[in-house]
């Protein structure tokens, strides 16, 4: 059951990480409300899995982090693999400052998802 958990948690992590990025670094009217309003649905999963469960959220941030982000040159080659079709979207953020905000949010959600407060992603962004 434990493992079926954290799966599913971590799956939900890495498309809650890929749209945080897709937010984060590039300016796309056309999608960025409908890419916000996927991630509130993503972390509310997460927040409606038991709290025993959920108070292990933070290990899952970090995990996401460490484990996807785990250094900015993982992350620049995530981008070259992963989102060539956004390349011709105008850019918010460098690579290397969205890598540094994402490290810094996953800490803060995870937080407030153990302790049932999250929201709405808008408020950390």
């Known amino acids: 059951m434990k493992d079926m958990l954290e799966g599913e948690i971590t799956e939900l992590s890495?498309?809650?990480?890929?749209?945080?990025?897709?937010?984060?670094?590039?300016?796309?009217?056309?999608?960025?409300?409908?890419?916000?309003?996927?991630?509130?649905?993503?972390?509310?999963?997460?927040?409606?899995?038991?709290t025993k469960v959920k108070k292990r959220s933070i290990d899952y941030a970090k995990w996401m982090i460490t484990d996807w982000l785990v250094s900015e040159n993982h992350f620049n080659k995530l981008f070259n693999r992963q989102f060539k079709s956004y390349l011709n979207l105008p850019e918010i953020l460098s690579n290397s400052d969205c890598y540094t905000k994402i490290n810094s949010l996953a800490p803060l959600i995870a937080c407030d998802v153990v302790l049932n407060k999250f929201e709405d992603i808008r408020d950390y962004l």
């Open 14 to 50: 890495e498309n809650i990480l890929f749209l945080l990025i897709k937010v984060l670094k590039w300016k796309d009217p056309i999608n960025n409300e409908k890419y916000l309003d996927d991630i509130n649905q993503l972390i509310f999963a997460v927040q409606h899995y038991p």
